[in-house]
């Protein structure tokens, strides 16, 4: 069972930049797909990002392409959005996933392990 810890999340204004981090532990890392959710209050958690278990492809959701990148690093065991050009709208609790088989999915139900959560504020 592998466990997430998020990190890098704050208050930012529009146009600004932050970077998240998500560090794993528990588990071969490089055994999961990654990915990236978010949560804004009273609406339901929504993908934002996900990434194939070598790193090789990347899918990321129509609202944030252009502005966020996720990436990993299987040596260190972390997965981390680039979050550029942010908009108020971006504001909400980010949630790091881990995938236990190797396809990717969009779908929160499709993640088996979750991290915390890390708020991240835009302000406009």
């Known amino acids: 069972q592998v466990q997430l810890v998020e990190s890098g999340g704050g208050l930012v204004q529009a146009g600004g930049s932050l970077r998240l981090s998500c560090a794993a532990s528990?588990?071969?890392?490089?055994?999961?797909?990654m990915g990236w959710f978010r949560q804004a209050p009273g609406k339901e958690r929504m993908f934002v990002a996900t990434?194939?278990?070598?790193?090789?492809?990347?899918y990321l959701a129509d609202s944030v392409k252009g502005r966020f990148t996720i990436s990993r690093d299987n040596a260190e065991n972390t997965v981390s959005l680039q979050m550029n050009s942010l908009k108020p709208e971006d504001t909400a609790v980010y949630y790091c996933?881990?995938?236990?088989?190797?396809?990717?999915?969009?779908?929160?139900?499709?993640?088996?392990?979750w991290g915390q959560g890390t708020q991240v504020t835009v302000s406009s």
């Open positions: 996933a881990a995938r236990n088989r190797a396809d990717i999915v969009v779908t929160a139900t499709g993640y088996n392990y």
């Open positions: 528990g588990g071969i890392f490089s055994g999961y797909v």
């Open positions: 990434i194939t278990r070598s790193g090789s492809r990347t």
